[in-house]
């Protein structure tokens, strides 16, 4: 008989799963015991983390981070300061679609930032104006056409993109590319094309070894406001040794690193948000489950304290 999912899956918070990858999250958190040597007021013991694993179907093997409590704070926040960007490229864009329906300032397609693909957030226009290789740049816009092409049954809005590489291309190579560009489309979207961190960390090392080498691994999530799916996942695992440093920490030698593994997943606005949702509720819940217990410890050592 079949394990069912709430036993096999036990302690996962939040699942992602794409056709040929998925990304979920653990709930691995632990209360305050007499042996962490810690205030029963901060709740949480040590060791208390998210885990965060990003499995990949066609080779069957996973990556593995940790994400400590303390750092869900923050990655709340910056996913709020990203957020705005996006809100603030959709009123634009929005902004810009009104104009052209009242005959203002219509900007023209090929200065318009593509929204899929590795070239989105720039316009095609640029990207040909400021290439130190035109040919190279030529043939990667006609790359991204062909490409749009193929789904835009299926993904209508992939009409906007080939409309504004098809424009770009015609301006080039008529040599009026240049002069077409419009003086005022540079204000439409100048931030929402860049890459926020919204979190990074150093390589870090686990307890597990293997060769004289630990477990190695890293995180970073980005986001990009121009794209489709603006937030870009990526966990890195590998094996390497540890130094020692003057200070006595041990730091990792990556340039000793070896079976480096990378895996990513893009995410969309829905599913960042409600996965940085969950995992925030889900301490508040754990917090909220645990502190009548971890008050009543406290209390009974500070009466302890006192009587001494």
Known sequence: MEESKNKKYAGQIIDIARTDKRLSFTDLLQKIEDRHDTPFLNIFAPQSIYLATLFTFNEQESVTANIPLKDISLIARKTDFAEELIFQMSSDVQMIQENEEDGQDKPDPAFLPLRIGKLAGKAPGDLLLESPNVN????????????????????????QDIQSIAQALDYHAMGILNSCKPKTVQKVTPATSKTYVIYETPVKHQKRMEGGKNLCYSIKVTCVPAKKYPYHFE??????????????????????????????????????????????????????????????CDARNRWRNRNQ
């Open 136 to 159: 190279e740049t030529v043939a990667a816009l006609k790359s991204q056409m062909e490409f749009l092409q193929k789904g835009v049954q299926k993904y209508p809005n992939n009409r």
């Open 235 to 296: 966990i890195m695992n590998c094996w390497a040794p540890l130094g020692t440093a003057k200070n006595g920490m041990k730091p990792v030698l990556m340039d000793q690193a070896t079976e480096i593994n990378r895996k990513d997943i893009d995410l969309t606005e829905e599913e960042w948000i409600c996965a940085v949702d969950i995992m925030k509720n889900n301490i508040a819940e754990a917090r909220h489950l645990w502190y009548p217990e971890m008050r009543t």
